[in-house]
């Protein structure tokens, strides 16, 4: 089967549309690692698009908080007022989509799919120790998480951790993967592309992929909306 692998698409359209017209012809089913609202400024499209086209999808933490404004402490000012508004904006049929999530991990053939760390959706996994010893608690090989909006993919053996710093990679029957497609909507490696991954897992092999989008619109929209300013800021930076 061939998936293609999404993660923290935070109400961003334009880039979600990008990611689709850059992936057509490659995938059969779509996977997804929450955070699909929050921060962005169509938060209803995302989700009416994800209820229809994604095959299987965990919740994120800002799916959590926006669906129901608990916790909201946890972040900060500018999260906690964008959570707020998409609140406030989401139709009542899409705050029952996502306050019906599923936390992960879910298991989709021999794959486990994530936000955070496979026992916290809330953890990040940033550095090859913590993602190291997240592995130890995978059932399968392979496993996407999402939550830090930085794509990488990294290989585990022998409970060692190391990033592959390759955009292909075959993976090998005796090693685990822990892979991060990266973030389609607010992207913060530096590179403002949308991120996007594509497995597939008969010929065990992954793609992680970057495509441009229109970054001025979705600027536009988040300002037009009302939202902090900072959010359409760093869409152009990429962090």
Request: net charge negative.
């Amino acid at each position: 089967m061939r998936y293609l692998i999404l993660s923290d698409i935070h109400a961003n359209w334009e880039a979600l549309n990008a990611v689709l017209d850059h992936a057509k012809g490659s995938y059969d089913e779509i996977l997804n690692c929450g955070d699909i609202v929050g921060y962005g400024p169509d938060p209803n499209l995302v989700v009416d698009w994800c209820r229809t086209q994604t095959s299987k999808i965990v919740r994120g933490n800002h799916d959590k908080a926006c669906a129901t404004l608990e916790h909201l402490e946890w972040f900060n000012p500018v999260a906690a007022q964008s959570a707020r508004w998409t609140h406030a904006n989401l139709t009542p049929q899409n705050l029952e989509y996502l306050v019906a999530l599923p936390t992960g991990p879910i298991i989709v053939e021999e794959l486990e799919l994530s936000h955070g760390s496979p026992e916290d959706e809330d953890e990040y996994l940033v550095y090859p120790d913590e993602i190291g010893a997240a592995a130890a608690h995978l059932g399968h090989r392979v496993a996407f998480f999402g939550h830090t909006h930085v794509q990488g993919c990294y290989i585990i053996h022998r409970g060692m951790a190391k990033r592959l710093m390759m955009d292909t990679v075959d993976l090998e029957p005796d090693c685990t993967y822990m892979i991060n497609p990266g973030s389609v909507g607010q992207p913060r490696d530096r590179n403002p592309r949308a991120a996007y991954a594509l497995y597939d897992s008969s010929r065990r092999f992954v793609e992680m992929r970057r495509v441009e989008y229109a970054i001025p619109a979705t600027q536009a929209k988040i300002i037009q909306a009302g939202l902090p300013e900072v959010l359409a800021q760093r869409l152009t930076l990429g962090r």
